[in-house]
């Protein structure tokens, strides 16, 4: 079993940055893929980023590339998401994902997080 708690939501600027924090306990997830997902109001949960467990690739959802960055530090067992350049749209509750057998856009993940509100005011 792995446990995942999110944490660095928070209230932010447009134009402003957040970094989420994705810690990982029960077992080293060093192995794993890792993704963060988020969930506006009155929409469907969608993919934002992922990464292999090597740590070697990452991935994104177009509407965040560029300004994204999903990375880890398994000697930490701990995932990051660095969010620059936040739109109001960007607002959603976050969630952290893990995947013994990685993560793609269209996975469902084995282990969730909790989420972490991320609000960006216009």
């Known amino acids: 079993q792995v446990q995942l708690v999110e944490s660095g939501g928070g209230l932010v600027q447009a134009g402003g940055s957040l970094r989420l924090s994705c810690a990982a306990s029960?077992?080293?997830?060093?192995?794993?893929?890792v993704g963060w997902f988020r969930q506006a109001p009155g929409e469907e949960r969608e993919f934002v980023a992922a990464?292999?467990?090597?740590?070697?690739?990452?991935y994104y959802a177009d509407s965040v590339k560029g300004r994204f960055a999903i990375s880890r530090d398994d000697a930490k067992n701990t995932a990051y998401l660095q969010m620059n350049s936040l739109k109001a749209e960007d607002t959603a509750i976050y969630y952290c994902?893990?995947?013994?057998?990685?993560?793609?856009?269209?996975?469902?993940?084995?282990?969730w997080g909790q989420g972490t509100q991320v609000t960006v005011s216009p």
């Open positions: 994902a893990a995947h013994p057998l990685g993560i793609l856009p269209t996975s469902t993940p084995r282990y």
């Open positions: 029960g077992r080293s997830f060093s192995s794993f893929g």
């Open positions: 990464i292999t467990g090597t740590g070697g690739n990452t």
